[in-house]
């Protein structure tokens, strides 16, 4: 809880790694917290987790027993909570892309001590994200038939110039690159747990995962390209993949989503939201795991920075559409963004949005706030509420009042659409929870690569003595 | 794994025998790889917790194969996505819309950008796993007690020697490279 020594030097970078280590005490300090049995905090959490999962289940049930129509969806808010949940999970998941992929091509050496923790962050959210848009078809075990080109009988074949179709390949295209990515990376940290691990059966299991890694120059020689080439071709397939979210909207003639800015406003919104989502669940696990010497206030500073900057991006993006639905002098959009979404029945949540959205993150000017943990703990959770009434708004408000008034139908959620939201958000802890005990939250072998550079890097302060 | 891979009992197994050798710097594991490499010693290997910085050239390896394998998954992909839609929507089931081009370039590149991606992600990852030749559960280095630290915080070298070699030459030569220490590891008959 305690901020840092602001004391010193102001030009003074603050440090990544923080106290004196050999790779010896950054390999035991890492991998400690899955050594340690859990605690009372983490089966609490776990519990609250699982309780949500259960909901999850049966919610799941009750849809695949009785149909679609137990969602509140209707004619004409056709599309609701199934795909907002479905934007805010992807959108979530694309900043662990962002700091392992873009930032290891900026070398950008802060990223070293998050990386692992946001890309399993983007796998689970990935998994959550995905839920929805099976769900929605109604018969999952289907799904694969009306998705995925395949010569039937009735050579129907997908309609490849929908983005819905695109969407169907970008999203599984992102998901096994993620689990690529994510796993390449684990591999040496896997053996790391084999070696250091001090009983037989988990010498064993962490052994199997370990693939007989041996650290072996040869590998290492290819594996660095692997990795390397890995982060390259996920950056731009992170801006592809919200893109084409976001065409599934740009692409039809409804006021509110005929915008050419949606792409890289949604990009920008996507980042902001994922670096939330990564200090939501970062700032508890550094204090609970002991992680306070690698995630340093330098990373909290800077993910703080990179809120405010996507943050003001996504205000840019508010005022463009506004400033576009006056401009074009367009009855319709006009009417659909200073009328409705100012003053219909979902003006609240649009004042939400604007408020954590724009206002909130205003706060990271100071640097007293991006030093301050519980400052930045709420502001988190204020912006992946905005960011989820941000969805909100361009969905629902927008469907349900487009041209005609006569089509005009107001829109709630019924307890399945709600038990569907909370679920996920249950799936998504419990993977995180079990990712925590059973994983390594911080690339080991990264830090270590990292704790050698900085020591031969004479510009930083030396870290740990110098092999 | 190729003497002994498999041979049964009788076969005439012979057992591979490396000389792993312990530095206690990387900077040191470097140039006493280098030396041994240049002492006349082919395979070589290093085993470290990290990859360092100049072990292509202390090993003497060649250019990475990786990218081009990456580059053919890429173009794979490509050509793949492409001719897949183009198939679909000109050959097998042309459907004219309001008379608009049944070949729409400017549609089908998101699809061909994607599977470009995912061929050539996948490439990536089991284009490494197979050049490496993992998973491999056993390799003989694993029966040093040693050789637990080389994924925490050891600099190992380990030298396989010639069927007919002489494993005292070869200590001394990683003595004089620089080693802490040096011990014979003789792989196990399965």
Known sequence: MAAPNLSRDPLEPLPLLEGTHTDKTINDSLLNHVWRGAGKGWWALFGCALSALGLLVIAICWTLYKGIGVWGNNIPVGWAFGIINFVWWIGIGHAGTLISAILLLFQQKWRTSINRFAEAMTLFAVICALLFPLLHTGRPWFAAYWLMPYPSVQRIWPQFKSPLTWDVFAVSTYFTISLLFWFLGLVPDLAALRDSSKSKTKRMIYGIFALGWRGSGRHWAEYKWAYLLLAGLSTPLVLSVHTIVSFDFAVSVLPGWHTTIFPPYFVAGAVFSGFAMVMTWMLPAREFLGLKHVVTFKHLENMAKVMLVTGMMVTYGYVMEHFIAWYSGNPYEYSQFFRVRQHGPMAPIYWLMIFCNCVVPQIFWSKRARTNVLVLWFASILINVGMWCERFTIIVTSLHRDFIPSKWENYSPTWVDISLFIGTIGLFSTLFLLFLKFVPAVAVTEIKELRHELAHDPTTEPVGETH | ?190
């Open chain 2, 1 to 190: 794994m190729s003497a002994g891979h498999d041979a049964h009992e009788d076969s005439g197994f012979v057992a591979r025998r490396f000389v792993l050798a312990e530095f206690a710097t990387p900077e040191g594991l470097l140039s006493g790889t280098k030396k041994v490499r240049e002492a006349g010693y082919k395979d070589i290997d290093t085993h470290t917790p990290m990859p360092l910085h100049g072990l292509e050239e202390a090993l003497g390896l060649g250019r990475p194969k990786i990218p081009l394998i990456v580059l053919c998954g890429a173009i794979a992909g490509m050509c793949i996505a492409y001719s897949l839609i183009y198939f679909c929507n000109v050959i097998d089931f042309p459907i004219n819309v309001a008379n608009r081009p049944m070949h729409s370039p400017p549609a089908n590149i998101p699809i061909t950008f994607e599977l470009a991606v995912l061929l050539a992600g996948g490439s990536s990852f089991f284009g490494f796993f197979t050049l490496a030749k993992l998973p491999t559960p056993y390799h003989p280095v694993f029966e040093s007690e040693d050789f637990a630290r080389a994924a925490v915080d050891g600099y190992f070298l380990s030298i396989e020697l010639p069927p007919d070699g002489d494993q005292d030459k070869a200590f001394a030569i990683a003595q004089s490279a620089g080693a802490l220490s040096a011990e014979l590891v003789t792989e196990s008959e399965r």
